[in-house]
């Protein structure tokens, strides 16, 4: 069971690391004054919660502006929902997007620049009084409560802190019994997950109005003081079905601009020459950068979640698309320590840079951290000047890692459907494996390559999100000319595994895809995955091995019905855990294998 500390003491220890607190100028006086309590990624201190400083080294100043940041936009919604209410089509694009980018910042490892969220709070604060307007202007003639009612006239870092603390999951607590805010705060983080899925989206110019709706209706009823365990849980499965309609949304965004993603091999041995390295997830921001440096000199490599823009055909015709370099995001101080050239994170996951990096290092779009350059556009030319006059790579540079082969997206695996399903039919593949997610720092997570390496022979592998890199380059050879490790993509892309699964319930002709010879095994890490599971969840998925912990803000009791509903079960040992999901007991096609 998981450990877990009252909120009683969780506030105590918050108040006593604050007196603990030795300070040695102003600056950090500002950062360390506040209390902070945060537990929504699965690194969270001791697996209950950092009180002091985030385990991903956000500083208390941050967590409690993006605290109220978070509340500011649920008063938005608030009055955005009810103005569709009144009127469908009464929807403002730039309140929408304020949403989305809002929230997106506020995720794990996203922006810890304390100055960003305070311009964040400012503009939640006209967005609020434009979503007020928009009420109005749909007919609307009440004043809602809650963080609707959200207002100020001063603008001060301290004065904004003040009101901060008020707003966080400590104080947000004490209106609520434990499992109805603990299902509050799953449904919170799912939203953050879409939203960032859908700021990918939003950038490639596709946008859904039915998914903004969704996001502001889902927002709105965690809101209502009445709310209950019994409303609550359908809500979070409506989460999950408004974020499959969002990575549908982003594959067809990817797709339409970039081309169906074929499988290549990818190169991992640095070329020599000037470089740049493109990490997080922006696929548009590769382009552009791609775009930019031809004629200029210049290799591009990609980095972490990147990895499967190599298989995108538009990306292909790039010949200065280098290769990839490094791992997943937790290796990054050493991997952007080695890179001679230029970083850019497009979007999450950035920990706090090393200073041997710090001037080559940008930030784009919601990324941010203090003291790093800040690029607004899609103008690279200072992150090219900066490549120009770095080292670049030697002769006989080394690389990372071995060769990784991707570009195994849904239409890759579709396109070869019958070899696939008289593999099954023949008895040559047993079993399918989802094994990916997020990657993080925890040694536990070798739980992970444990697993696919115990893999029986005779079954096939389907990976995505940075956890693939636990295991991307070991030779797992193929079954009949079928690859026994598919990478289908980011981590988005597992609606693309969702894809696979269905066609093959279709082609065999079986009631449910939990009667499938297909198991999941899921890493997860923020936000994101938490999109992602509650996506699952809502296509009854069953059976999910969930780790290497289980979420620090799910209780007990919510925990207990999703076990009981959904099969859902923590993560146990690599090679026992291999036989167990291949026995799953309602799993027909294996069972009779």
Request: aromatic residues 8%; hydrophobic residues 40%; contains cysteine.
């Amino acid at each position: 069971m998981l450990r877990r500390v009252s909120r009683a003491v969780a506030l105590r220890q918050a108040k006593a690391a604050c007196l603990q607190m030795r300070c040695m100028n102003l600056n950090d006086v500002r950062e360390h004054a506040p209390i902070m309590f945060c537990y929504q990624c699965e690194q969270t201190n001791q697996g209950t919660g950092c009180d002091r400083i985030g385990m991903c080294g956000k500083r208390p100043r941050v967590a409690i502006l993006q605290d109220l940041t978070v509340h500011i936009v649920k008063g938005i919604s608030q009055y955005a929902h009810a103005a569709r209410k009144l009127n469908p089509s009464a929807s403002s694009p730039e309140i929408d997007r304020f949403v989305l980018d809002s929230l997106f910042a506020t995720m794990t490892n996203v922006n810890n620049d304390r100055e960003r969220f305070l311009v964040y709070i400012k503009e939640a604060a006209d967005m609020l009084e434009k979503a007020k307007a928009l009420y109005k202007q749909a007919g609307g003639t009440e004043t809602l409560k809650g963080p609707a009612e959200w207002s100020t006239t001063v603008y001060d870092e301290d004065s904004l802190s003040e009101m901060a603390e008020k707003v966080g999951v400590l104080n947000r607590a004490l209106a609520y019994d434990e499992d109805t805010f603990s299902l509050i705060e799953l449904i919170t983080y799912g939203v953050k997950g879409m939203a960032a899925y859908a700021h990918h989206a939003m950038v490639q110019g596709k946008e859904s109005d039915d998914i903004y709706a969704g996001i502001h209706m889902l927002l709105s009823e965690i809101c209502d003081p009445n709310t209950t365990v019994e409303t609550l849980l359908p809500l979070a499965l409506k989460a999950g079905e408004i974020n499959v309609g969002v990575m549908a949304l982003l594959e067809n965004a990817h797709i339409s601009s970039y081309g169906v993603p074929t499988p290549k091999q990818v190169n991992t041995t640095p070329i020599p020459g000037k470089c740049i390295l493109v990490s997080g997830h922006d696929i548009q921001d590769m382009f552009n950068i791609l775009k930019q440096t031809e004629g200029t000199g210049i290799n591009v490599y990609t980095h972490g979640e990147l990895l499967p823009a190599h298989g995108y055909p538009e990306l292909q015709k790039f010949p200065h698309f280098a290769g990839h370099y490094g791992g997943a995001w937790q290796k990054q101080r050493i991997d952007f320590n080695d890179f001679p050239g230029a970083i850019v994170m497009t979007t999450n996951c950035m920990i706090e840079p090393k200073s041997s990096y710090k001037k080559r290092i940008f930030t784009r779009q919601t990324v941010g951290w203090p003291g790093i350059p800040h690029i607004t556009g899609n103008d690279y030319s200072e992150v090219i000047k900066c490549a120009l006059a770095c080292d670049g790579f030697k002769e006989g540079a080394p690389g990372k890692t071995g060769p990784m082969t991707t570009g195994f997206g849904a239409d890759a695996i579709l396109a070869n459907a019958e070899t696939v399903v008289n593999a099954i039919k023949n008895g040559d593949i047993k079993h399918f494996y989802v094994i990916g997610g997020c990657d993080g720092r925890e040694s536990s997570r070798s739980y992970f390559t444990d697993l696919a390496k115990a893999v029986p022979k005779d079954s096939v592998i389907l990976t995505l999100g940075c956890g693939k890199f636990r295991f991307n380059t070991e030779d797992f050879g193929d079954i009949g000319g079928v690859p026994r490790l598919l990478d289908v993509g980011q981590c988005n892309d597992a609606y693309g595994a969702v894809r696979v699964a269905l066609a093959l319930k279709d082609a065999l002709g079986v009631s449910s895809v939990n009667d499938l010879p297909i198991s999941f095994g899921v890493s997860w890490f923020e936000q994101k995955a938490v999109a992602v599971l509650l996506s699952l969840l809502y296509l009854d998925v069953k059976n999910i091995h969930l780790g290497p912990r289980l979420p620090a803000f799910v209780t007990p009791n919510v925990l207990d019905v999703l076990v009981k509903t959904y099969g859902i079960s923590p993560v146990g040992a690599g090679p026992t855990d291999a036989i167990k999901m291949r026995n799953m007991p309602n799993n027909h096609l294996a069972s009779s294998a």
